[in-house]
């Protein structure tokens, strides 16, 4: 027996007090050595610590071992006939394969150049022969450790990909609530265009996303005499908004005069109005009364006598009502306002203005203000 068989056993005889920790018992090892002694010496020690170990004499019956089975940590020698340690290394890389694979070389090689093509063939260590039961325990847990940490990724990107998918079925399950929750609010706008025989009145609602908190509409206070438009614009954005303006429509709903805050009873045909500044002050008292919700809205409302042409309004936080006039000009209606549902006790002003034959009042949101035009 050899010198260094000689040492090698020694140290495999002697008690293994230096495991500080047992490796996990599903790691699964590949010895790979044409020495069959070598085989048995490396295979003793593993078994040793509790790892599962496979044997194969030559770098072609390993090749076959990891196309066939899955190992977590390989042990090869470089130098064997037929496929080396390094070439073997090489074409373990190319297997397919889920984990990672920990490599070292046994070697007794020990030139700078020959350890970077080793590095460059895909090994992950060395060990230099004969191998030090302590040296090759150390490399392990260095295996251990890097296989481990690769385990949590995986498991991390697992729950991760798990997640998402739940998340995209959740999305998907929203956004088509969403495409029928906006179908529903322009429902809230039946009617776009009206002619009232001595004026028309239209209406645009475009909402940025799928819902939104705009809110516009008209009706008749008094049948082809006085009409009431609005644009209403509740703070926020997206559900909590769209169902807020669906309560808003009902408020100031033709089909349901009752109901209509604006509206202050009669007979049909003849009914009676409250003035816009009366109109704001009751939305506000509503807000913070009876909603007591953390929301609240700006509004511009109008009332229009369509015989005389007289307009009294009220602009309540909303962007200043516009007054197109026939000729061209343009004036903006307003002094700004509180917006309604902020504060108690705050009073809304009336504005008047007359509209002359060809006039037009545009009334509009900060969705119109502050949309950028193709110059920015």
């Avoid at 009409?227 to 209403?232: P, Q």
Wanted: aromatic share 6%.
């Amino acid at each position: 027996m050899s010198s260094v068989r000689r040492s090698l056993v020694k140290q495999v005889s002697r008690p293994l007090s230096l495991v500080s920790r047992s490796p996990d018992l599903s790691r699964r090892v590949l010895v790979v050595d044409d020495s069959r002694a070598q085989r048995k010496i490396l295979c003793l020690l593993l078994q040793r610590w509790g790892y599962q170990v496979t044997e194969a004499a030559s770098g072609e019956e390993a090749l076959r071992l990891c196309q066939a089975q899955t190992f977590d940590i390989i042990l090869s020698d470089w130098v064997m006939p037929g496929l080396s340690g390094l070439d073997f290394c090489k074409s373990f890389r190319a297997l397919p394969r889920d984990g990672y694979g920990y490599f070292i070389l046994l070697t007794s090689k020990s030139e700078k150049t020959e350890i970077a093509d080793g590095l460059d063939g895909g090994a992950d260590d060395f060990l230099i022969k004969p191998v030090s039961p302590d040296e090759l325990h150390a490399r392990l847990r260095a295996g251990e450790r890097l296989l481990g940490m690769q385990r949590e990724l995986i498991d991390k990107n697992r729950l991760t990909g798990a997640t998402l998918d739940e998340l995209q079925k959740l999305y998907d399950s929203l956004d088509r609530d969403l495409i029928e929750a906006r179908k529903l609010q322009q429902t809230l706008v039946r009617e776009r265009h009206r002619d009232f025989g001595r004026g028309t009145a239209s209406i645009l609602l475009r909402p940025s996303g799928h819902v939104g908190g705009d809110l516009a509409g008209f009706f008749d206070i008094s049948v082809r005499r006085r009409i009431a438009l609005y644009s209403v614009d509740v703070s926020g954005h997206g559900v909590a908004s769209a169902m807020m303006t669906a309560r808003l429509a009902g408020m100031l709903s033709s089909a349901a005069p009752d109901q209509n805050i604006a509206l202050a009873g009669g007979v049909d045909g003849n009914r009676g109005a409250w003035p816009p500044e009366m109109v704001a002050w009751r939305f506000n008292r509503m807000m913070l009364d009876d909603m007591q919700v953390d929301q609240y809205f700006t509004m511009a409302y109008a009332e229009i006598d369509l015989h005389t042409g007289k307009v009294m309004l009220v602009q309540a936080g909303h962007p200043h009502p516009l007054l197109i006039r026939a000729n061209g000009g343009v004036e903006l209606l307003g002094n700004g306002g509180m917006p309604i549902g902020l504060l108690p006790n705050v009073g809304f002003e009336r504005i008047e203005a007359q509209l002359l034959p060809g006039d037009r009042l545009f009334l509009v949101s900060d969705g119109v203000t502050e949309c950028p035009d193709p110059q920015g």
